[in-house]
């Protein structure tokens, strides 16, 4: 079964700094998507970054980045220059396999940013 | 282009009453799924459905928990005889008919169920 463990509960940034998100998965499917999302106090569920398992090339979205680590089944995302409104839960996720349809979600981590 | 609506975003039930929570997905997408999150844990997947079919309930609880997508209308997550353990937030997400696995599910807003 494939699982998305996230270790840190909760990190703390200075604002402008940088900050990253660590994420491990499992999985014994070759083919598989990654994603990032982040989860403001609203509980809106909002799509951050993705990354396609065959593509070696880390995504880039403006101030997000990722450092996909296949063969160690690492995920981890970057937030450059945080800002306040970065400050939320981010959850990893994985999709991918036979079921393409069911997405595996991590614990999350609670973002803070300080002024 | 209306997002996916969830409704009620917030519910209050006591034990032994129903729940019945709806979600009406992104104009076009024929694909919902039901999310569950309990208090600081990630979104455990429930069930999938395309339009009046169930394609995979293997998270759904095996009592108490139904859910349809009819032909016409909202998908509707039911609880049925409600305990205090069911008290989460439950997500709907949507995508289009032709989803694959990259695309992104889009989710709604959530319906906080509380049990008292």
């Known amino acids: 079964a494939q699982t998305v463990t996230q270790s840190q509960p909760e990190m703390s940034v200075q604002e402008a700094e940088t900050v990253t998100l660590s994420c491990t998965y499992d999985t014994s499917e070759s083919d598989y998507y990654l994603f990032w999302y982040k989860q403001p106090p609203s509980r809106q569920m909002i799509l951050v970054i993705r990354q396609e398992a065959y593509k070696q090339q880390n995504a880039t979205e403006n101030r997000f980045s990722v450092n996909f680590q296949k063969a160690a089944k690492s995920f981890s995302l970057k937030i450059s220059d945080s800002q306040l409104g970065d400050a939320a839960m981010y959850f990893c996720a994985y999709k991918g396999g036979n079921n393409f349809n069911k997405f595996y979600f991590g614990s999350g981590t609670k973002l803070n940013v300080k002024p | 282009n209306a997002g996916v609506m969830q409704n009620p975003r917030h519910l209050v039930r006591r034990r032994g009453q129903e729940a019945r929570l709806r979600c009406s997905p992104m104009?076009?997408?024929?694909?919902v799924y039901w999310y569950r999150q309990l208090p600081e844990e990630g979104l455990k997947f429930m069930v999938y459905?395309?339009?009046?079919?169930?394609?995979?309930e293997s998270g759904m609880p095996k009592e108490r928990f139904s859910a349809e997508f009819p032909k016409e209308g909202p998908s509707i997550l039911r609880i049925q005889q409600v305990v205090r353990g069911d008290s989460a937030a439950y997500f709907c997400?949507?995508?289009?008919?032709?989803?694959?696995?990259?695309?992104?599910?889009?989710f709604g807003q959530g319906t906080r169920l509380t049990v008292v």
């Open positions: 104009k076009g997408h024929s694909h």
């Open positions: 459905l395309q339009k009046e079919n169930i394609i995979d």
């Open positions: 997400a949507s995508s289009p008919p032709k989803a694959g696995t990259s695309t992104e599910a889009f």
